[in-house]
């Protein structure tokens, strides 16, 4: 399936000469580190210990009674620091330790990512530069005031649209200057090899957790298991249990914005074109003169034009359905699920449960859903712009 | 040795019409290599003067074929100057990228892809092969031996020498000895080597001169552009021939 950092035409390392030997002492880093016992046991203790894992597999009675299925909500938002983004984070932090390397590096979208940098660069006492849009600062001004008071310095990046591509382009561009002194911890399965495949394992503990509270909760496998998709941390985390198992139908669920008709979503599979950016050949929301197209989405973790090179592989051959849900869906669905289960989903989240409450199911129906994290980040940006439709 | 430089003007910045009769000023200054940039929403090799400029220039919703069309009568009236694409790979595959390398490949006698490494060499070089338009090859002073000795192999045009690691027109990037990375390429390479990235005064160039074929300004050029210094501009393009 995958060589040299390629998932069927999907992926590779298209990058500035100057990351050449960085992303290979990273790539050699990594493939010593997943082999030494020591570096999985600390990995262990941080999932168990600092992050509150395993996360429950949660019956969403309500939803599910209303709906005739059975819904279960994987519990990431109930990870230290409120979303599965610490997973990830962690894992390369103690990466980059390891290499000798003190200064931590990230894109930041709605700021999970961030604030997961900046907690474990703070936990390992490392020093942390975070890059985000300056859209997104506005929208994610609470998050924004986290990292800062974990130690981190937040860089406003104000251009293009000021949005997560930008925080990204910027961050690899400080990386470019930097190429010795910082660790680019890359928060979704994007960017050149090996970081998809890095993002994907250690996210993989989503999945396989889920996969063996499945068969220890209701004896076996689910029907479908369906995640949110920006870049596709989140949906890779927990789809990599179940790709083997072909009777698990796998659903990931892109921002749609406004509306396919618009110029206003986020759909890159949907609607994309295969190209290179960011390090990675991917599906892209470009022009037709291959100049990247500025995205929209309500939930500004999937404000981002490309999607992880394993998605666009799994999208071609067939194995992952991918679909898509408007900002309205999601406020509907947001609303529904506080209301319903007293849990307040991430507006990222709350994409995959809008995908449910639109679709149609067989009575009995087993449905794991990836709550990829917490909804308080965005109070600010609802009260403020859908005060009616939430209240 | 004798050093050319290699000014670099961005098509459609500020205007179409402007890029252009900043490439002949060029020419009438004495430049024989140029380098024509095509602007990209998201280079990330380089720094704000570019990044701003690219903005700019995508403002004039410029084309790959709407390049070829205006350079054509600069190609027709100056065959002899040697003219490189600067560009990301994106807008090269966007149309197809066989149909735009071989179109390209009229009036460019070179292409530099930042974001097209040797990694990436497997994927698509042939096809530049196939239509003799040669990648240029991005040699950073870190670059590992190896790496060069393949890039060198694969060189053709020229080989750009990134003289930091940072991006373009840098004021923080780290400045490298360049003796041991040229000292590589000669054992590998005879053609020219042109430096750049982060050159931008005459004291630079005055450094640099003598050590490599050619200088490439870029950033320094666009500031100068932006202010209407052309006198300026004429100056550094032609100091080194005096």
Same mark, same amino acid.
């Given at each position: 399936?995958?060589?040299?950092?390629?998932?069927?035409?999907?992926?590779?390392?298209?990058?500035?000469?100057?990351?050449?030997?960085?992303?290979?002492?990273?790539?050699?880093?990594?493939?010593?580190?997943?082999?030494?016992?020591?570096?999985?046991?600390?990995?262990?203790?941080?999932?168990?210990?600092?992050?509150?894992?395993?996360?429950?597999?949660?019956?969403?009675?309500?939803?599910?009674?209303?709906?005739?299925?059975?819904?279960?909500?994987?519990?990431?938002?109930?990870?230290?620091?409120?979303?599965?983004?610490?997973?990830?984070?962690?894992?390369?932090?103690?990466?980059?330790?390891?290499?000798?390397?003190?200064?931590?590096?990230?894109?930041?979208?709605?700021?999970?990512?961030?604030?997961?940098?900046?907690?474990?660069?703070?936990?390992?006492?490392?020093?942390?530069?975070?890059?985000?849009?300056?859209?997104?600062?506005?929208?994610?001004?609470?998050?924004?005031?986290?990292?800062?008071?974990?130690?981190?310095?937040?860089?406003?990046?104000?251009?293009?649209?000021?949005?997560?591509?930008?925080?990204?382009?910027?961050?690899?561009?400080?990386?470019?200057?930097?190429?010795?002194?910082?660790?680019?911890?890359?928060?979704?399965?994007?960017?050149?090899?090996?970081?998809?495949?890095?993002?994907?394992?250690?996210?993989?503990?989503?999945?396989?957790?889920?996969?063996?509270?499945?068969?220890?909760?209701?004896?076996?496998?689910?029907?479908?298991?369906?995640?949110?998709?920006?870049?596709?941390?989140?949906?890779?985390?927990?789809?990599?249990?179940?790709?083997?198992?072909?009777?698990?139908?796998?659903?990931?669920?892109?921002?749609?914005?406004?509306?396919?008709?618009?110029?206003?979503?986020?759909?890159?599979?949907?609607?994309?074109?295969?190209?290179?950016?960011?390090?990675?050949?991917?599906?892209?929301?470009?022009?037709?003169?291959?100049?990247?197209?500025?995205?929209?989405?309500?939930?500004?973790?999937?404000?981002?034009?490309?999607?992880?090179?394993?998605?666009?592989?799994?999208?071609?051959?067939?194995?992952?359905?991918?679909?898509?849900?408007?900002?309205?869906?999601?406020?509907?669905?947001?609303?529904?699920?506080?209301?319903?289960?007293?849990?307040?989903?991430?507006?990222?989240?709350?994409?995959?449960?809008?995908?449910?409450?639109?679709?149609?199911?067989?009575?009995?129906?087993?449905?794991?859903?990836?709550?990829?994290?917490?909804?308080?980040?965005?109070?600010?940006?609802?009260?403020?712009?859908?005060?009616?439709?939430?209240? | 040795?004798?050093?050319?430089?290699?000014?670099? %003007? #961005?098509?459609?910045? &500020? /205007?179409?019409? *402007?890029? !252009?009769?900043? +490439?002949?000023?060029?020419?009438?200054?004495?430049?024989?290599?140029?380098?024509?940039?095509?602007?990209?929403?998201?280079?990330?090799?380089?720094?704000?003067?570019?990044?701003?400029?690219?903005?700019? %220039? #995508?403002?004039?919703? &410029? /084309?790959?074929? *709407?390049? !070829?069309?205006? +350079?054509?009568?600069?190609?027709?009236?100056?065959?002899?100057?040697?003219?490189?694409?600067?560009?990301?790979?994106?807008?090269?595959?966007?149309?197809?990228?066989?149909?735009?390398?071989?179109?390209?490949?009229?009036?460019?006698?070179?292409?530099?892809?930042?974001? !097209?490494?040797?990694?990436?060499?497997?994927?698509?070089?042939?096809?530049?092969?196939?239509?003799?338009?040669?990648?240029?090859?991005?040699?950073?002073?870190?670059?590992?031996?190896?790496?060069?000795?393949?890039?060198?192999?694969?060189?053709?045009?020229?080989?750009?020498?990134?003289?930091?690691?940072?991006?373009?027109?840098?004021?923080?990037?780290?400045?490298?000895?360049?003796?041991?990375?040229?000292?590589?390429?000669?054992?590998?390479?005879?053609?020219?080597?042109?430096?750049?990235?982060?050159?931008?005064?005459?004291?630079?160039?005055?450094?640099?001169?003598?050590?490599?074929?050619?200088?490439?300004?870029?950033?320094?050029?666009?500031?100068?552009?932006?202010?209407?210094?052309?006198?300026?501009?004429?100056?550094?393009?032609?100091?080194?021939?005096?």
């Amino acid at each position: 399936m995958k060589s040299n950092g390629y998932y069927g035409e999907y992926g590779g390392k298209f990058m500035p000469e100057t990351l050449a030997g960085p992303l290979e002492n990273v790539e050699k880093a990594y493939r010593q580190a997943m082999k030494d016992p020591d570096f999985l046991e600390d990995l262990n203790k941080d999932h168990k210990f600092f992050i509150g894992r395993e996360t429950p597999l949660y019956y969403a009675q309500n939803l599910s009674q209303e709906l005739g299925i059975h819904l279960y909500f994987k519990r990431e938002d109930l990870c230290h620091t409120g979303a599965h983004k610490i997973n990830n984070a962690i894992g390369q932090a103690r990466l980059a330790k390891r290499m000798g390397i003190d200064h931590l590096i990230a894109e930041t979208g709605a700021g999970q990512h961030g604030i997961a940098t900046a907690t474990a660069a703070a936990k390992l006492g490392m020093k942390c530069t975070v890059f985000m849009g300056f859209s997104d600062i506005k929208r994610q001004a609470h998050n924004v005031d986290r990292m800062r008071m974990l130690g981190a310095t937040v860089i406003a990046v104000e251009k293009g649209s000021n949005v997560l591509k930008d925080a990204t382009s910027e961050a690899l561009r400080y990386w470019v200057s930097h190429p010795t002194s910082c660790f680019y911890v890359i928060g979704s399965a994007i960017g050149p090899a090996p970081y998809p495949e890095m993002v994907r394992n250690f996210q993989s503990i989503i999945g396989t957790e889920a996969r063996k509270q499945c068969l220890n909760q209701f004896g076996t496998l689910p029907d479908e298991v369906i995640a949110c998709i920006g870049g596709g941390s989140n949906a890779i985390g927990i789809f990599s249990a179940f790709i083997e198992d072909t009777s698990v139908k796998l659903t990931g669920v892109e921002a749609a914005g406004k509306g396919l008709h618009t110029d206003f979503h986020a759909a890159t599979i949907t609607s994309g074109k295969v190209g290179v950016f960011h390090g990675s050949k991917m599906y892209l929301l470009q022009d037709e003169n291959g100049q990247i197209k500025e995205t929209h989405s309500i939930s500004a973790g999937l404000d981002y034009p490309g999607v992880g090179p394993e998605h666009c592989y799994l999208n071609d051959i067939k194995r992952v359905d991918y679909r898509s849900v408007t900002d309205k869906e999601v406020i509907e669905a947001f609303r529904k699920t506080v209301r319903s289960e007293g849990i307040i989903p991430a507006l990222e989240s709350a994409h995959a449960i809008a995908h449910v409450l639109k679709s149609t199911y067989p009575k009995g129906y087993t449905i794991v859903l990836n709550l990829s994290g917490r909804g308080d980040k965005d109070l600010d940006q609802l009260l403020r712009e859908h005060k009616e439709e939430v209240l | 040795m004798k050093t050319i430089v290699m000014p670099y %003007a #961005l098509y459609g910045y &500020p /205007t179409k019409m *402007e890029s !252009l009769s900043l +490439i002949r000023r060029f020419i009438h200054s004495g430049a024989t290599r140029i380098e024509i940039g095509f602007p990209f929403s998201d280079p990330v090799a380089d720094g704000e003067t570019l990044q701003k400029a690219n903005q700019l %220039a #995508l403002k004039n919703h &410029p /084309t790959i074929q *709407e390049l !070829l069309v205006d +350079i054509s009568s600069i190609k027709r009236d100056h065959p002899q100057v040697k003219l490189t694409l600067m560009t990301y790979l994106n807008p090269i595959l966007a149309g197809g990228i066989d149909k735009t390398v071989g179109s390209l490949s009229t009036h460019f006698s070179s292409i530099v892809i930042p974001d !097209l490494p040797l990694e990436a060499y497997e994927s698509y070089l042939s096809i530049f092969k196939e239509h003799s338009l040669p990648v240029v090859p991005l040699i950073t002073p870190d670059t590992s031996e190896s790496r060069i000795k393949e890039y060198c192999e694969q060189a053709d045009d020229f080989i750009y020498l990134v003289t930091v690691n940072g991006i373009t027109g840098t004021t923080t990037g780290t400045k490298k000895d360049l003796q041991p990375v040229l000292k590589k390429i000669r054992t590998h390479y005879q053609g020219p080597i042109i430096a750049g990235f982060g050159i931008k005064s005459k004291k630079d160039i005055a450094n640099l001169s003598g050590t490599v074929d050619g200088i490439i300004i870029a950033s320094e050029i666009l500031r100068l552009q932006a202010n209407g210094d052309f006198k300026e501009i004429e100056a550094l393009v032609s100091p080194l021939r005096k």
